[in-house]
């Protein structure tokens, strides 16, 4: 079996077979002191000839992405997963905080096909198709998670903030944002939904962690968040 190598902030750690690698607030790698974040939240392990990926704590989630973004998984407490690709991307949210980190094997075990592309480059297969102020949404959101030259952690912005960056009320930001959850909700994606129809209180953190993971949205979308502010200036 490969050995692995963890990536977070720039750092790196290796991680060999038949160890149990923790990542939390106190563990093997410590991404934060962050008092919402478990001590123990998710473990790399090696079982059966393969790596995997397990959630050891009692509250959060992942969302794990394989590196095209075209295959998403939502790690629940008490789930675990199969590393099965050469490079892995782990997003999770503890209190208003996102943290990405990335996982690298010395090969696949299993392989995805490239997103196809026309004749201008633009993709023809994406996740879920848009509005345009839904994508404004995603990025007023996202901004901060997008803006990291090295990806590691990222504030989520409250929703008022968010509305005051998009210059919407805040009766138009709920709503919007209620139209771009039940969307994705519809096509499957979890996270999204408390259960019995009532939204998720920490649906704008898997929003931002589905969008980042999945490609929805990336740095070079950020510039339509200035234009937008600027158009809004000069009404």
């Not at 999770?92 to 995805?112: I, K, M, Q, R």
């Not at 939904?193 to 990336?218: D, F, H, M, P, W």
């Amino acid at each position: 079996m490969s050995r692995l190598e963890l990536e977070f902030v720039g750092e790196w750690y290796p991680i060999e077979e038949g160890t149990e690698f923790f990542i939390g607030r106190e563990a093997d790698l410590v991404v934060d002191d962050n008092p919402y974040l478990h001590r123990r939240f998710l473990c790399i392990h090696s079982e059966a000839g393969l790596w995997w990926l397990s959630n050891v704590g009692n509250l959060l989630s992942a969302t794990v992405t394989d590196a095209t973004g075209q295959v998403q998984a939502w790690l629940a407490p008490g789930a675990r997963l199969p590393i099965v690709f050469e490079r892995m991307h782990i997003m999770f949210s503890a209190g208003s905080t996102t943290y990405d980190l990335t996982v690298h094997a010395e090969s696949d075990v299993f392989t995805t096909s490239q997103l196809r592309v026309d004749e201008v480059g633009q993709t023809t297969i994406m996740p879920v198709t848009l509005t345009t102020t839904q994508r404004m949404l995603i990025l007023a959101l996202a901004e901060r998670v997008l803006q990291q030259d090295v990806p590691g952690r990222g504030e989520i912005p409250t929703s008022a903030q968010a509305a005051e960056r998009l210059g919407w009320s805040m009766t138009t930001f709920n709503r919007k944002l209620d139209n771009v959850c039940d969307k994705l909700d519809k096509i499957g994606v979890a996270g999204l939904r408390g259960g019995k129809g009532r939204l998720a209180t920490n649906r704008r953190a898997r929003l931002v962690e589905y969008a980042v993971g999945t490609r929805l949205v990336s740095a070079d979308d950020l510039p339509l968040l200035d234009r937008a502010a600027d158009a809004g200036a000069s009404d």
